[in-house]
């Protein structure tokens, strides 16, 4: 069955550092992979998505996204976080089928501390 | 271009208590899909409509329903509401479909089970 982990439930980074977001999935062929944020009160965002081709993918608002097969990963990253980067992100999976659900990890919480 | 809208916002009942929860897609996009959020099992897939027809539904009892219409507006229902229905409903909408590209969310719509 399909699935996704997200292994940080909270991280809190100072502003201006790095930040990598972990993400797994759990997925027979190579998926469609996403990362969403979604901030206090607010929907989903789309930050970025992977579909195939490159292994490394830029999205909105500075940040990126390395697929590796490998590990089964597709972590998230940015070079140097904002204050107004706090919120949840959310890894999820897609069949790449029309008509399929994608599967969601259950969310990050990044707090950015001054 | 507007983005999805979600209705009512928040949203009261009591147990054994029906609830519609109305959404409007963006325009052009043929494809709607419910999500429910809640902190314990954080977001899973309700169902999927797509041209009027529902497309795929996910591990939910038969108390939850939807419908879409020729405009693609589309709505959710619930019936004889229990506790644990208490949570952030998430209708998005895409040109195609879930799994297969990027979902636009609406706000949600929060329902409290009393």
């Known amino acids: 069955a399909q699935s996704v982990t997200q292994p940080d439930i909270h991280i809190t980074v100072s502003e201006g550092a790095s930040l990598e977001l972990r993400c797994n999935y759990s997925y027979g062929a190579t998926p469609y992979l996403f990362w969403y944020v979604q901030s206090p009160g607010q929907g989903l965002q789309l930050l970025l998505k992977y579909f195939s081709g490159d292994t490394l993918v830029q999205g909105i608002k500075g940040f990126e996204a390395e697929f590796k097969r490998s590990q089964s990963s597709f972590n998230l990253r940015k070079p140097s976080v904002h204050w107004s980067d706090a919120a949840e992100y959310f890894c999820a999976v897609g069949a790449g089928q029309a008509g399929t659900a994608l599967i969601f990890g259950k969310g990050t919480t990044l707090s950015v501390s001054s | 271009k507007a983005g999805v809208t979600q209705t009512p916002r928040y949203l009261i009942k009591t147990r054994g208590q029906q609830v519609t929860l109305s959404c409007s897609p963006i325009?052009?996009?043929?494809?709607v899909s419910w999500y429910q959020q809640t902190p314990g099992q954080g977001l899973q897939f309700l169902f999927e409509?797509?041209?009027?027809?529902?497309?795929n539904k996910g591990n939910f009892p038969g108390r939850f329903s939807g419908r879409q219409f020729s405009n693609s507006r589309s709505e959710m229902n619930v019936s004889t509401l229990e506790l644990g229905d208490s949570a952030l409903y998430l209708c998005?909408?895409?040109?195609?479909?879930?799994?297969?590209?990027?979902?636009?969310f609406g706000e949600g719509s929060r329902l409290t089970v009393l």
């Open positions: 325009s052009g996009h043929r494809s």
């Open positions: 998005a909408s895409s040109p195609e479909g879930t799994g297969a590209g990027e979902l636009f």
């Open positions: 409509y797509f041209s009027e027809t529902q497309r």
